[in-house]
T-cell receptor, first 112, second 112 residues
Framework: AQSVTQLGSHVSVSEGALVLLRCNYS??????LFWYVQYPNQGLQLLLK??????LVKGINGFEAEFKKSETSFHLTKPSAHMSDAAEYFC??????????FGAGTRLTVKP | DAGVIQSPRHEVTEMGQEVTLRCKPI?????LFWYRQTMMRGLELLIY????????DSGMPEDRFSAKMPNASFSTLKIQPSEPRDSAVYFC??????????FGEGSRLTVL
């Protein structure tokens, strides 16, 4: 069975600062890993995903994440936060057959 | 394509009433998922279908919950009888095999 732990339910950064949202996973098989973003009163939107191949994955809105097998991590980063990045971010893991399990989410606040 | 379509977007009902949530997946997708989102428990996978067949319903909380997918373009999640603790946002999502999962905008249920 797969599971995901997101470290920090709330993260606050200043506009222009680095964004780092942490995600560690547990999986008995090679994982597929995802980051989703949720804006208020909306569904989830895929930011990026890792399946196989290059471990550094680039997504939309300037976000990227690196799969580190040795650390069982898939942290999400963005070099410079923008006010529009304020949202809830979810890390998810799948065994590749579409059965995704989500973390508890991290709410990102961006201060002017 | 219009994306995953859920209805109703909001429902307020009284304890003991039957609730039916509806979902139209993206045309051609062969997987359909129902998730529940609450502050306390985050995003939980309730059940998912592949080619209209339920594959894993281990996340369905109890017998009061049931889900059906009579055809490739329609699914329902029913709660009978509803209880206040069922209040949550229910998301439907669909995907192609090992493809991106697309989420609907959710149905916000309030049980008084």
């Amino acid at each position: 069975a797969q599971s995901v732990t997101q470290l920090g339910s709330h993260v606050s950064v200043s506009e222009g600062a680095l964004v780092l949202l942490r995600c560690n996973y547990s999986s008995s098989v090679p994982p597929y890993l995802f980051w989703y973003v949720q804006y208020p009163n909306q569904g989830l939107q895929l930011l990026l995903k890792y399946t196989t191949g290059a471990t550094l994955v680039k997504g939309i809105n300037g976000f990227e994440a690196e799969f580190k097998k040795s650390e069982t991590s898939f942290h999400l980063t963005k070099p410079s936060a923008h006010m529009s990045d304020a949202a809830e971010y979810f890390c998810a893991v799948s065994d590749g057959v579409n059965d995704m399990r989500f973390g508890a989410g991290t709410r990102l606040t961006v201060k002017p | 394509d219009a994306g995953v379509i859920q209805s109703p977007r909001h429902e307020v009902t009284e304890m003991g009433q039957e609730v039916t949530l509806r979902c139209k997946p993206i045309s051609g997708h062969d997987y359909l998922f129902w998730y529940r989102q609450t502050m306390m428990r985050g995003l939980e996978l309730l059940i998912y279908f592949n080619n209209n067949v339920p594959i894993d319903d281990s996340g369905m909380p109890e017998d009061r919950f049931s889900a059906k997918m009579p055809n490739a373009s329609f699914s329902t999640l029913k709660i009978q009888p509803s209880e206040p603790r069922d209040s949550a946002v229910y998301f439907c999502a669909s995907s192609l095999t090992e493809g991106e999962t697309f989420f609907g905008e959710g149905s916000r249920l309030t049980v008084l």
